[in-house]
């Protein structure tokens, strides 16, 4: 009973919840596929690309709110931006933080010490720079509910966290799927020694690989800022999320972390409508747990290469 | 290479200089300068930095200033000094930040913790110090009797803000139905652990969730929307009622929406937006040094020092400020911490909100609570419980 008195609404607010997640899981399952590392230091990259479209869009609008086709430019350019310093963000990332590791042949901890201290630098000097209040986003358009699915209303900001999702996720698919490059980190996931062997430039690929990552988690880090709020630790319990959404879907896996993403946005979603809210995150990670359980590599199954 | 030398020999000089610089304060400390008076310090302890960080920014420079006019003022048989120690307002944040006070052997006393769940936390070890704590903002109910020798706070406590704001929702607000949202703090749960009950005595219809802070409230949003409340009260600190007003308008919730004291500050209208913020309602037992006319000196004298007007608890922190100072100000050139703890059990002080005196379990006279409201983009006071409530 419960369940079903607001279920399309929470399933409608658990998908635009969901898109955000797979967009920052990509960037988990990206580096992950192909360096089999967990880069904690990417909910920084979501941070930066919400500081980055939030400065322009803070320049670019005044008192009033934009309406009509200046609306979706703006957006277009937060998400341009986002993306820009996002993918930049990662770029030095994995240049400073994880390229002279690999060159020494660190072991496995010591990525994942310099991915959380990577995490903690990024997160206190934006904290330090520009405060550790959370910045709202001016807004861009007038939120409101634009049309209703069985009942339940779907509000303008669904509709373009939705739309900008999913062109890039759908972007992103043929780019692995279809392109040189696609096919360089599909090599590179499957096995790295052998790739190199046949030509393919791997620290050219794995730079390329966290650039995509942090360009997805970029948008996403703006278009989170443009519904919620910019601050400087803003990225740590999406980052949580997107990771777990990663490893439910299979991790290593694109169609995985979509999928993982927008399956954990929904159970969140409707998982309070039963009991208090406070159970929210309890619920998710129980399903975690229990679809581990029973298929221990995600919902998809591992590995970049096969699969894309 | 040659850099690599530079460095080499930079690093264990600059160490060198640090502790250098850190034994010249601590051996400063304590001792007299300045015309052979003592120097003591009074304390803030507060979150200032975090999430809530500009509450407690606000009471941090009231304390300062009322700090340095004391001194300004040069009637003091010893010099005063201020200190701060950030505990981010988290309960695991108040320990540390009190351990560091108490360590500090010229700290007489301590204005502070601010939010509840550190006090709780902190307390037993101001008690064990011997070292007065006085906080200007610790709301929770239960604090005043679990024991604590030294503790004192000159805002009455939630129960008496819990029922005010419920008579304003049922008799004012004319609420029949009434959605509870509290943030599962120490604070959070004790507020709405008094708001419901009075509710309900009140013959109005109450439903209950708890809903840790995030930054996601649409799904909140929408259970609340679904159960059409005539008007919805959130237990919480203001960054999560931010948030949380902006999920209720945008999932089309157009009733009345109150907070408590944790809620109400102007970081509240800007985070939500001016616009999702307009009306909203908020219960408090602190006054407003803005538009207080016996608080004119002190919101000049702020603005002047901070560029910035006193904000909600700055006027509650200056007056405990004062309130120490005078009792300070009776015990000679050399009180000790003991002394300023037991001599304040009997303080009689007239501040700018209140007359500070104490019950014996450290609970301030007199409950007045204020009920706020955002209009035009600014918070401004509706009045006192008691004149709107008839």
């Known amino acids: ?308 | 290479m040659e850099i690599k030398t530079m460095v080499r020999a930079a690093v264990p000089l600059a160490l060198g200089a640090v502790v250098l610089a850190g034994c010249s304060s601590s051996s400063s400390g304590g001792t007299g300068n300045g015309g052979g008076k003592k120097t003591f310090a009074i304390a803030y302890q507060g979150p200032l930095s975090g999430d809530n960080a500009q509450l407690g920014i606000n009471m941090d420079n009231a304390v300062k200033l009322a700090v340095k006019q004391a001194n300004d003022k040069g009637d003091l048989p010893f010099t005063l000094k201020f200190v701060d120690a950030d505990d981010q307002g988290t309960p695991d944040g108040g320990p540390p930040a009190a351990q560091k006070l108490i360590g500090e052997s010229d700290v007489i006393a301590v204005i502070g913790p601010a939010f509840s769940g550190a006090t709780k936390a902190s307390e037993p070890l101001f008690s064990q110090a011997h070292l007065l704590s006085v906080s200007p903002s610790a709301t929770n109910p239960n604090l005043t009797s679990l024991g604590f020798s030294t503790f004192f706070r000159v805002v009455p406590p939630d129960d008496a803000q819990g029922k005010e704001a419920a008579n304003y929702l049922a008799k004012v607000v004319k609420a029949k139905k009434v959605y509870s949202v509290d943030d599962k703090s120490e604070y959070g749960v004790g507020l709405s652990g008094v708001l419901e009950p009075q509710l309900k005595t009140d013959g109005v219809t109450v439903i209950h969730d708890g809903i840790p802070p995030t930054k996601d409230y649409s799904a909140e949003a929408q259970k609340v929307k679904g159960a059409n409340p005539d008007a919805v009260y959130y237990s919480g600190y203001y960054a999560d009622f931010a948030l949380f007003t902006k999920a209720l308008k945008a999932a089309g919730y157009k009733g009345p929406l109150m907070g408590g004291d944790g809620d109400k500050d102007t970081q509240y209208v800007v985070q939500a937006g001016a616009a999702n913020a307009e009306g909203t309602l908020f219960s408090c037992p602190c006054s407003d040094a803005t538009v207080d006319p016996k608080a004119k000196d002190f919101a000049a004298a702020y603005k002047a020092m901070f560029n910035a007007d006193p904000g909600t608890y700055s006027p509650e922190s200056y007056d405990a400020t004062n309130a120490v100072i005078s009792v300070l100000k009776g015990l000679g050139a050399n009180p000790t911490r003991q002394q300023v703890a037991d001599a304040f059990k009997t303080v009689d002080f007239q501040g700018l909100t209140k007359e500070i005196k104490f019950a014996p379990n450290g609970e301030v006279a007199g409950t007045t609570i204020f009920i706020y409201q955002v209009k035009a983009g600014k918070i401004v006071v509706v009045g006192t419980t008691a004149d709107l409530i008839k």
């Not at chain 1, 779907?154 to 696609?182: C, E, H, P, S, W």
């Not at chain 1, 290593?252 to 998982?271: F, S, T």
Request: charged content about 10%; some cysteine.
């Open chain 1, 1 to 308: 009973m419960c369940l079903t008195h607001n279920f399309w609404q929470l399933t409608i607010s658990g998908l635009s919840d969901g898109f955000l997640y797979a967009l920052i899981a990509l960037g988990y399952t990206l580096v992950y596929g192909v360096l089999q590392l967990i880069n904690f230091a990417h909910s920084e990259v979501f941070m930066a690309g919400g500081f980055g479209g939030l400065f322009v869009v803070q320049a670019l609008v005044g008192g009033k709110t934009p309406h009509g086709i200046s609306s979706v430019m703006l957006v277009l350019l937060g998400v341009i931006v986002g993306a820009l310093v996002g993918g930049a963000v990662a770029f030095l990332l994995e240049r400073v933080a994880y390229r002279p590791l690999r060159r020494r042949n660190a072991p496995k901890l010591a990525f994942l010490i310099s991915a959380i201290g990577a995490s903690l630098f990024l997160v206190n000097i934006a904290g330090k720079e520009f405060g550790r209040q959370a910045i709202p986003m001016p807004d861009l358009y007038t939120n409101g509910n634009v049309f209703s699915v069985f009942g339940a209303q779907v509000q303008t900001n669904y509709v373009v966290v939705a739309i900008a999702a999913a062109v890039m996720l759908v972007f992103l698919d043929r780019l692995v799927a279809k392109t040189r490059l696609g096919q360089g980190i599909r090599a590179v996931a499957q096995d790295a020694d052998t790739a190199s062997l046949m030509g393919v430039n791997i620290d050219r690929v794995i730079s390329q690989t966290f650039v995509i990552g942090g360009l997805l988690g970029g948008a996403a880090g703006f278009l989170f800022g443009m519904v919620f709020n910019v601050q400087n630790n803003m990225g740590f319990i999406p980052g949580v999320k997107a990771f777990t959404a990663a490893v439910l879907g299979g991790i290593g896996n694109i169609r995985g972390a979509v999928l993982g993403g927008l399956v954990l946005g929904v159970v969140e979603n409707l998982g309070v409508s039963c009991v208090e809210s406070a159970w929210r995150d309890v619920i998710a990670f129980g399903i975690l747990v229990l679809v581990l359980l029973f298929r221990p590599t995600g919902l998809l199954g591992e590995r970049l290469g096969r699969s894309a």
